[in-house]
């Protein structure tokens, strides 16, 4: 009895003495993840989906038909890990954003350049369209970026006056509002559908608050580097000409922010100058994932509502971390492997993030008998049963013959 007694007296000093480390651990605030969402662009256009290739991938200087030691040419230092591909493609959206699921990416920030006819605005609108319909079966967030350059563009174009330009992207801004805005996958911040603005060359600070106040739509509008005066904070972009000069000032500026959207990207090696397009705008070149992980690192510690990764796909500046046939999924892993798992959500192994590029070569090379399996196989990835699609596939695989998607 008396050991017994002693047991308990000994047991309940033990408790007493883990009661202030207990209290104190309960009065930590919770750090909760933002939102990791990809800077995406849905612009290109390729064969055999288009008839042609779209401006993205030649830049009226390189020809995708054309291959040199078997390296097709295209206007990137890289090249993407399927090829060259149109953004309209569903298989393309599909391993897309099914790959971005996998790695923990929660969606996407799209540059969107309004709806008006020039240049490739309209195929971009169409194409955002599908991105965001494909977002929603998915089960991806989707936040618009709206390009400020298209207001200067549209006027020397003779499509806009200048004494329009306040009435045209509030015209713009309420479409936003009629549409992508309801959709259950458009994101928000603060109650509100979050928009972004690119750019300090359309809209001066004054116009936007103008803008933002004729439209009527009620937003949480972040703009890019600096804070306007309508917005409520900024986001970081990539600055190769003076990269640790920028992040301080933004890290500096935005502590007086209501919101910050800090950025992680893993170089920029743009294609400009060799395209003849203009100069480049510097080179920060790929330090083995070192830059990245970094800012990965920063931006999921920042306590910020959202984190951007930029880019899923710009070729064309090499910022991209879509899979490579440099980097191949590299980058994708850093992310997956800092971005903590949700309490009962399932854990992805590197091989299962890989499903979604075995689903797009099975898709490319299938009989249209066999959609309903793939189509299963897609449920499968969007409600965390990775064994079982990997078991589909795996069948799949073997009864037909593989043929390797590349570039």
């Known amino acids: 009895m008396r050991s017994l007694l002693a047991r308990c007296v000994a047991l309940s000093l033990v408790i007493v003495a883990l009661l202030p480390v207990c209290q104190a651990i309960s009065h930590q605030p919770v750090q909760s993840k933002p939102q990791v969402l990809a800077h995406y662009m849905a612009w290109y256009q390729a064969k055999p989906f288009s008839t042609a290739w779209g401006w993205h991938w030649?830049?009226?200087?390189?020809?995708?038909?054309?291959?040199?030691?078997?390296?097709?040419?295209?206007?990137?230092?890289?090249?993407?890990?399927?090829?060259?591909?149109?953004?309209?493609?569903?298989?393309?959206?599909?391993?897309?954003?099914?790959?971005?699921?996998?790695?923990?990416?929660?969606?996407?920030?799209?540059?969107?350049?309004?709806?008006?006819?020039?240049?490739?605005?309209?195929?971009?609108?169409?194409?955002?369209?599908?991105?965001?319909?494909?977002?929603?079966?998915?089960?991806?967030?989707?936040?618009?970026?709206?390009?400020?350059?298209?207001?200067?563009?549209?006027?020397?174009?003779?499509?806009?006056?200048?004494?329009?330009?306040?009435?045209?992207?509030?015209?713009?801004?309420?479409?936003?509002?009629?549409?992508?805005?309801?959709?259950?996958?458009?994101?928000?911040?603060?109650?509100?559908?979050?928009?972004?603005?690119?750019?300090?060359?359309?809209?001066k600070d004054e116009e936007w608050t103008e803008a933002l106040a004729q439209s009527g739509v009620k937003v949480s509008y972040i703009s890019q580097h600096h804070r306007r005066t309508a917005a409520a904070g900024a986001f970081d972009w990539p600055v190769p000409s003076d990269p640790m000069g920028a992040l301080t000032r933004f890290r500096t500026e935005s502590k007086a922010w209501d919101h910050a959207i800090p950025v992680a990207f893993p170089r920029f090696v743009d294609i400009y100058e060799q395209a003849q397009v203009h100069a480049s705008y510097g080179n920060l070149p790929d330090d083995g994932g070192k830059r990245f992980r970094q800012m990965v690192e920063h931006g999921l510690a920042s306590g910020a509502s959202i984190l951007q990764l930029a880019t899923w796909n710009d070729w064309g500046e090499g910022t991209q971390i879509e899979p490579s046939t440099e980097f191949g999924y590299r980058d994708l892993e850093t992310v997956r492997t800092l971005i903590k798992t949700d309490v009962g959500a399932p854990v992805v192994t590197s091989e299962q993030m890989k499903l979604p590029l075995h689903l797009y070569q099975q898709r490319q090379q299938a009989e249209v008998s066999e959609k309903p399996r793939l189509d299963a196989i897609a449920k499968h990835l969007i409600e965390g049963d990775y064994s079982k699609a990997a078991e589909v596939l795996n069948k799949l695989e073997s009864e037909t013959q593989f043929i390797g998607v590349g570039n």
Request: proline share 5%.
């Open 58 to 203: 030649t830049m009226n200087v390189f020809d995708p038909d054309k291959s040199t030691d078997g390296r097709r040419e295209l206007a990137s230092h890289y090249r993407p890990l399927i090829g060259p591909y149109d953004s309209v493609d569903p298989d393309v959206l599909e391993y897309h954003l099914l790959t971005m699921k996998l790695a923990g990416i929660d969606g996407v920030i799209v540059d969107w350049y309004g709806l008006s006819d020039l240049y490739d605005y309209p195929a971009i609108h169409k194409n955002t369209q599908r991105l965001m319909e494909a977002a929603e079966r998915y089960g991806m967030k989707v936040a618009i970026c709206y390009e400020d350059q298209t207001v200067p563009a549209l006027i020397k174009a003779g499509r806009l006056e200048d004494g329009d330009r306040v009435n045209h992207v509030a015209k713009e801004l309420r479409w936003l509002s009629e549409n992508w805005f309801k959709s259950p996958s458009y994101v928000q911040l603060d109650g509100r559908p979050v928009l972004l603005s690119f750019g300090q060359s359309g809209l």
